[in-house]
């Protein structure tokens, strides 16, 4: 049971964190910190057989599988399962945790208990949705995320932070009500037309549903992918989350929170609704190019920090649906190394963020300029991960977006070379944000009681630099487990064999 050991312990260790507050304030944070290291311990087995390839994967496609009888009526099974795409979401969201503890350790000083409650279950949340097999399962986690992430906002956010969280709650609500009519008519028309009842996403897969009716149901689930992704025009929810949730917030829901809805369509979309995902691919792939633009044209004008980091996100996003829409190997490859690479460059930008608020008490680019006389070892963080969100050769956001960029030339070379354009754009607002934020003017003058980064938040952040390193200097280990978790896709079986 070492999946449901996996989302157990943050469930735990949430309420154990709200409970221990009534003894130490202090006691929360550690057993939060506890709770996440707990979570590692059944990938250790995986982590130890690093670096993976394809022979020694062999043909299956799940590396843990785990099933329990849940709703027998229903024939509605808790059904986990761990492949290599799921693997990697895994150890992205469990290192994204680390790193939101670690902004929120002095950040947070009210109600220390209840915020890592929430904190702990949005993660379990997250965890359950990389893991559900069972689509029943997988609605159900989807839903876990909302509320502790909707608290997270509301309560420690800032000044417009009930109407930014209220936001949020509406659009992700939505979503979920019409993945579940899709869920429900999925179920029922894969009924009809087999007999079988069933929610499992192994027997469901076998027999895709066909028909008029198939698009829609389609459509409906990646309706309620994008609004999660986000990509237009359902992304307005995203640009006022980031500016009002605090700093661990901000970090979660740009790690792991977006990734769900790529991973959505990458593990149920295409495989489930291969014909409907071809005549969707070109509506999606102008959506796509639209975001990346439109993003990237959006941050260029922010003069706060936080929404530039956040409209930067939908124009990396569109990548991502680009890359999940092109129907090749590559692309796929490139939408799930961006997945990651984002997680991390754009994680650690709030987490800039989060530092520079914190000790000048403004995020306002007009008011900042020269803190790199002053934060020395700050600025140098900062130059890094701009330059590697604009997509600097040698990280692993060059190495997503190159791919995504050359997988879906072959099917949409036009639509691609609209999409080339994003490169130049980040590299105009990140440019923008090192320039205005750590040299130009100097707008704050030095206090001797602002310290530069301490060793806790060195260490997060040289952890960060590392990893965007590793992936794009070695990224083959990442793109192995990848076509084990795509042989469902039948328009891809014969790059994959290529592959393999």
């Not at 979570?39 to 057989?49: E, F, G, Q, Y």
């Not at 949340?125 to 097999?133: K, S």
């Not at 996100?313 to 569109?318: I, R």
Request: proline share 4%; hydrophobic share 55%; net charge neutral.
């Amino acid at each position: 049971m070492s999946l449901f050991i996996l989302l157990l312990m943050p469930l735990l260790g949430g309420v154990l964190a709200w409970y221990s507050e009534r003894f130490n304030a202090d006691l929360p944070k550690k057993i939060a910190f506890i709770s996440l290291l707990i979570c590692w311990l059944p990938l250790i087995p995986l982590l130890n057989s690093m670096p993976f390839d394809a022979s020694s994967l062999g043909t299956s496609q799940w590396l843990i599988n785990e099933s329990y009888n849940w709703i027998p009526l229903f024939n509605i099974n808790a059904h986990l399962a761990l492949d290599g795409l799921s693997f990697l979401l895994i150890v992205l969201t469990l290192l994204m945790g680390l790193v939101a503890l670690s902004s929120a350790w002095h950040e947070i000083t009210k109600r220390t208990g209840l915020f890592y409650l929430n904190l702990l279950w949005t993660l379990a949340g997250v965890l359950g949705v990389f893991l559900a097999i069972d689509l029943f399962l997988f609605f159900v986690f989807w839903e876990v995320m909302l509320v502790p992430m909707y608290f997270l906002i509301s309560i420690w956010g800032y000044e417009s932070r009930h109407y930014a969280a209220f936001k949020f709650f509406i659009f992700t609500q939505a979503g979920g009500l019409l993945m579940l009519l899709s869920l429900c008519a999925l179920v029922s028309i894969h009924f009809q037309q087999t007999g079988i009842l069933t929610f499992d996403y192994n027997i469901l897969i076998q027999n895709p549903i066909s028909g008029d009716f198939a698009f829609w149901v389609a459509l409906g689930f990646t309706i309620a992918f994008l609004v999660k992704l986000p990509a237009l025009p359902f992304h307005s929810w995203l640009p006022d989350a980031h500016t009002q949730a605090p700093t661990a917030a901000s970090v979660i829901l740009a790690a792991v929170l977006l990734k769900t809805g790529g991973y959505g369509i990458i593990r149920f979309v295409l495989p489930l609704f291969p014909e409907a995902s071809i005549e969707l691919a070109p509506f999606m792939m102008l959506i796509g190019v639209i975001g990346i633009i439109y993003g990237a044209m959006m941050a260029f004008v922010q003069t706060d920090l936080k929404r530039l980091v956040a409209y930067s996100s939908v124009s990396h996003m569109g990548f991502v649906l680009l890359g999940c829409f092109a129907f090749n190997i590559y692309a796929l490859q490139g939408a799930v190394m961006q997945m990651l690479a984002h997680g991390i460059s754009t994680s650690a930008l709030f987490v800039l963020v989060g530092m520079i608020q914190h000790r000048y008490h403004t995020r306002d680019l007009n008011k900042l300029g020269g803190l790199w006389i002053n934060l020395p070892k700050l600025s140098a963080f900062g130059l890094f991960f701009g330059i590697a969100s604009l997509g600097m050769p040698g990280l692993g956001n060059f190495v997503a977006e190159f791919l995504i960029l050359v997988g879906s030339f072959d099917q949409y070379p036009k639509l691609t070379i609209f999409a080339a354009s994003g490169l130049i754009l980040a590299a105009v607002y990140s440019l923008l944000l090192i320039y205005k934020t750590f040299f130009g003017q100097i707008k704050r003058p030095h206090k001797s009681e602002i310290a530069d980064t301490n060793s806790k938040e060195w260490f997060t952040l040289i952890s960060m630099c590392f990893i965007l390193i590793y992936l794009g200097l070695h990224p083959q280990p990442f793109f192995d487990l990848v076509p084990i978790s795509l042989m469902k896709l039948t328009f891809l079986t014969a790059d994959i064999g290529a592959l393999l």
